[in-house]
């Protein structure tokens, strides 16, 4: 009787691990950027204007379009939707799992090619960025499309697919490709290649297929002096897009500033690369060890550069990192496939596998979210795969581990986040308003939400200026009350900042005395 090979099983795993993907696309939108990218892309649609970015209800200069531009191309053909907005960057990320597969088989043959597909398709923070989208889906795929055929000296497409990664994050989305070629030349020393006259094409080349983001910043700013972003006039969008938001960022100098920490990359990969960042750690430090005869140079390259230039950054987010989680899946899968004493590797990752189930175990109880029974069998089917898997050794392990983490994030999607935003009370005010209030304009008082704005099938009205309903807090309604108004409660809804889950909230327990209110009130009109 034949069996089935680890090939064999490798495949159906990924098919499982993109399976996945896909459940994070129908969980609602979260506040606040992801609800935000998605509103601009909306206004896109609605107006008919694919130059000019708005939100909050006037100009808006921060991210480049090539995001908004897919996200609204998804709009024509599926509505306004969750599943709409997410898509396109779940086929742009699948397309970075793929140019990692086809990168890793050049590199180092098809067993590391799998293996690298299953750790970037497990990384955690990757799984999270399928549900809370925002830029980095777009930027894991076309960042190392653009090194892939930078490597095989195809420059249209390479240059293309840098050219849209700026276009998606700014210039520095130049250094991830620039480090990963240029590193492999620095360290062979083939400076001949380091200087070859192609390079300068690709620059050319690239620079030309950035025009419609250049136009459109031109358009909606440089060609209007007179509009008042960031507090002031005389604004360039331009300027914007090559110095103050990456080179401003970075140096704390421009309108958007943050509080960097040199560490902070360093413990968040524990978490974001999980159930690998163990041995990511160690399969970089053995690489540094073990340089001079490594067989390639790209993937420690464009990762290392990349993680050195955001950990130096005033301005750190955990999501900055996806972008490299290409060349580290291909690190890690190649250091774990040349193991020769499996026993640390089989301790190490028993033992996040563990953590993964009683997490899992741990969260629904003190949770308790709504019973999804589709997923509970879907889960059951993966704890059943998990023990009678058929296969022995390294492999064994390996499998396992990916299947832990389909456990993990079937039991996210499925059960945890669906339940979780029924507190985002920006979706859950226009859910019912779509249904019981068909069309009414509803004004903001006193508070924002983009999920609001984006789900809601009627105007919002932004200014803080009574309109007939509104959308406020008690406390508002109160002080409307008490200078007059009369005031109506339509509908009360239960409100958290979702994507700052703390312990008072996540216990069943004490979750009330963790959320607020938000109100739709009818004023002086009933």
């Known amino acids: 009787m034949s069996t089935i090979s680890e090939k064999q099983i490798s495949f159906w795993i990924i098919g499982l691990l993109v399976l996945v993907h896909i459940t994070g696309l129908p969980v609602t939108i979260m506040e606040p950027d992801g609800a935000l990218y998605a509103g601009i892309a909306k206004h896109m649609v609605q107006h008919h204007d694919y130059l000019n970015l708005f ?28 599943f709409a907005y997410k898509l396109p960057a ?9 140019y990692t597969y086809r ?38 795929g076309l960042i190392i499309a653009a090194v892939y055929h930078l490597y095989k000296r195809q420059l249209i497409p390479g240059a293309l697919f840098t050219a849209c990664a700026v276009m998606t994050k700014g210039p520095f989305a130049l250094v991830p490709v620039g480090a990963a070629i240029a590193g492999q030349y620095i360290f062979t020393k083939q400076w001949k290649e380091l200087f ?14 950035i025009i419609p983001e250049l136009y459109a910043l031109y358009v909606q700013f440089d060609a209007h002096p007179e509009k008042v972003v960031f507090g002031q006039t005389g604004v360039s969008g331009i300027r914007f897009f090559f110095w103050d938001s990456q080179f401003g960022r970075f140096m704390n100098t421009g309108p958007i500033k943050g509080n960097g920490d040199p560490s902070f990359f360093f413990h968040t990969v524990l978490w974001a690369f999980l159930p690998w960042s163990v041995f990511l750690y160690v399969a970089v430090i053995m690489f540094i060890r073990k340089g001079r005869q490594a067989k390639e140079y790209y993937c420690i390259s464009g990762a290392l550069a990349t993680f050195l230039l955001f950990s130096l950054s005033r301005f750190q987010l955990p999501h900055y ?21 499996i026993r640390a590797f089989r301790i190490t990752q028993y ?51 990916c299947l832990a983490s389909v456990f993990l994030n079937l039991f996210l999607n499925g059960l945890f986040y669906p339940d979780v935003l029924q507190y985002q009370s920006g979706s859950t005010a226009a859910f019912y308003a779509n249904k019981a209030l068909k069309g009414e304009a509803i004004g903001f008082y006193k508070v924002n939400s983009y999920a609001m704005e984006y789900y809601l ?8 200026t009574l309109s007939s309903l509104i959308f406020t807090t ?51 009109s009933f």
């Open 55 to 82: 939100a909050d209800g006037h100009d808006w200069l921060d991210k480049p379009h090539f995001p908004f531009w897919m996200a609204a191309l998804s709009y024509q053909f599926l509505g306004f939707t969750s």
């Open 321 to 341: 990192l996806n972008i490299v989680f290409p060349f580290f899946s291909i690190l890690t899968a190649r250091y774990i496939l040349s193991v020769e004493k």
């Open 90 to 98: 779940l086929i742009f990320l699948l397309l970075g799992v793929w």
């Open 196 to 209: 070859h006259v192609r390079w300068l094409l690709v620059a050319l080349l690239t620079g030309i297929f």
């Open 457 to 464: 099938d009627a105007p919002v009205l932004r200014s803080d």
């Open 351 to 401: 033992i996040i596998m563990g953590i993964i189930g009683i997490a899992v175990i741990g969260l629904w109880a003190l949770y308790r979210p709504s019973v999804n029974y589709l997923f509970v069998v879907l889960m059951l089917l993966v704890a059943g795969a998990f023990i009678f898997l058929p296969l022995k050794g390294l492999p064994l392990i390996f499998f396992r581990t």
């Open 474 to 524: 008690p406390e508002q309604k109160d002080t409307l009350e008490m200078r007059g108004h009369r005031c109506k409660v339509i509908s009360s809804f239960p409100h958290f900042p979702v994507t700052k889950l703390d312990l008072q909230f996540v216990n069943a327990g004490t979750r009330s005395s963790a959320t607020g209110k938000r109100l739709l009130v009818l004023v002086d």
């Open 103 to 140: 990168f890793a088989l050049s590199l180092y043959g098809d067993q590391v090619a799998r293996w690298s597909a299953c750790i970037l398709l497990t990384a955690e923070h990757l799984v999270i960025s399928s549900t809370d989208v925002r830029a980095e889906p777009y930027l894991t």
